[in-house]
């Protein structure tokens, strides 16, 4: 009788790797890469990151007193977008999620206009210095495809360009993710993607959002690289972004990056956190801190001293001051402001509805 066996031949195998230059002592782990013999450059990084720090406590604190609506908090998370901002080049695109403040401070947006945003008011998202990064992408992964096709317009121009797209962990669960890294790989785009894994979606846990292993690997389906790099590590992280934003401009196509961290705060403002989640974990993830691993290197390599991290403090409190000025001097919109920019033409019904805004004039606060 013959065998009911079926023979199976391996038809493609992969792997997945995961790299860190700097452990969470501050030790170097693995060989240092070429950008970080530019000395300034690390400082840079360093000092990128506690601004970073210092404008999320004070948004923090705008919010609890009133003077902020919600805010997304960045805390833990400083490395990867200092990282995302030193490894782009200004010519290039950013579409953020909502906690990537470092990189676009770096890339010359205002401290004041991320005020303002979280305060309700959308002019903060018209960048004076960056026009062409995009906004805040609340919605989620709905940048991406948007930066798919930004991809695609730098590809078809012939630009040197690469659109650098940010998601969170949760997010590629959306079709927009699947969607889009299949068509950057069928068409060999010039984007990466940073799928920043900080274990959370709301109070949605890393585990019970996939069954897939890595968040990485879902770049295997779309035939482009994927890889995991300790998002903590300032070092490691700016390297392995810098490779995948330098092969796509040169026309190697498209990434995905995972780094991995963990989110320290609430969700947002508006979240308690303590209702989901074990406080020991958070507690845990304080020792894979990014700032205080990049300080202790600094240290080791005689860089940085003590009067250098004062110096710091203050210029970064002096800062953050001076930007919380401008966002509570900026006065409001006026209230019709709300029906610019829908239409080319407003349809009547928001007509009808802004002229009756203006007949109330001020009679609502009698
Ligand atoms: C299309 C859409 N669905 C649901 C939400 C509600 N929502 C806001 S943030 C979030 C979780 C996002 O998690 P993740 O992508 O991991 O990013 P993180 O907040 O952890 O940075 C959800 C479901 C939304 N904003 N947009
Ligand atoms: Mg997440």
Same mark, same amino acid.
């Given at each position: 009788m013959a065998s009911s066996k079926q023979t199976q031949t391996s038809v493609a195998n992969f792997e997945v790797f995961y790299s860190q230059v700097l452990n969470p002592q501050g030790e170097l782990v693995a060989p240092l890469p070429? #950008?970080? *013999?530019d000395t300034d450059e690390l400082i840079a990084l360093y000092k990128n990151m506690v601004l970073t720090r210092s404008f999320d406590s004070k948004a923090i604190a705008l919010q609890r007193t009133g003077k902020m609506g919600t805010y997304a908090s960045s805390l833990g998370q400083e490395a990867i977008a200092a990282a995302i901002g030193h490894a782009m080049k200004a010519e290039d695109v950013l579409l953020p999620v909502y906690r990537e403040y470092g990189a676009m401070f770096q890339r010359g947006v205002a401290m004041h206009e991320l005020f303002l945003y979280w305060g309700?008011?959308? !002019?903060?998202? *018209?960048?004076?210095?960056? =026009?062409?990064d995009f906004p805040i992408?609340? =919605? $989620?992964?709905?940048q991406v495809p948007h930066a798919v096709g930004i991809a695609y317009a730098m590809k078809l121009r012939k630009e040197e360009r690469v659109a650098v797209v940010v998601i969170g962990d949760g997010a590629t669960s959306k079709g927009d993710f699947y969607e889009g890294i299949n068509l950057a790989g069928a068409w060999n785009l010039p984007v990466v993607f940073v @799928? $920043?894994?900080?274990?959370?979606a709301i109070s949605l846990p890393r585990e019970a959002q @996939?069954?897939?292993? +890595? $968040? *990485?690997?879902?770049?295997i389906a779309a035939g482009i690289p994927g890889e995991q790099v300790d998002g903590n590590d300032v070092i490691g992280a700016r390297n392995r972004i810098s490779k995948a934003i330098e092969k796509a401009r040169q026309g190697g196509g498209p990434s995905v990056i995972e780094p991995i961290t963990y !989110?320290? #705060?609430? /969700? +947002? +403002?508006?979240?308690?956190?303590s209702r989901y989640r074990d406080p020991e974990e958070v507690e845990k993830h304080k020792q894979f801190d990014p700032i205080m691993r990049m300080r202790k290197y600094l240290e080791s390599i005689n860089l940085w001293s003590e009067a250098d991290e004062q110096q710091l403090n203050d210029e970064c409190s002096a800062k953050v001051e001076s930007e919380v000025k401008i966002y509570l001097d900026t006065p409001p919109q006026a =209230?019709?402001?709300?029906?610019? /920019?829908?239409?080319a033409e407003l349809p009547k019904a928001y007509q009808a509805q802004r002229d009756e805004l203006l007949n109330q004039g001020g009679k609502r606060d009698g």
């Open positions: 070429y #950008f970080a *013999c309700g008011d959308e !002019r903060g998202m *018209c960048y004076a210095n960056q =026009p062409q992408a609340v =919605p $989620i992964a709905s @799928t $920043i894994n900080n274990y959370w @996939t069954a897939a292993q +890595t $968040i *990485c690997q879902k770049s !989110r320290m #705060f609430d /969700h +947002t +403002t508006a979240d308690d956190a =209230p019709e402001s709300m029906f610019d /920019h829908l239409y």
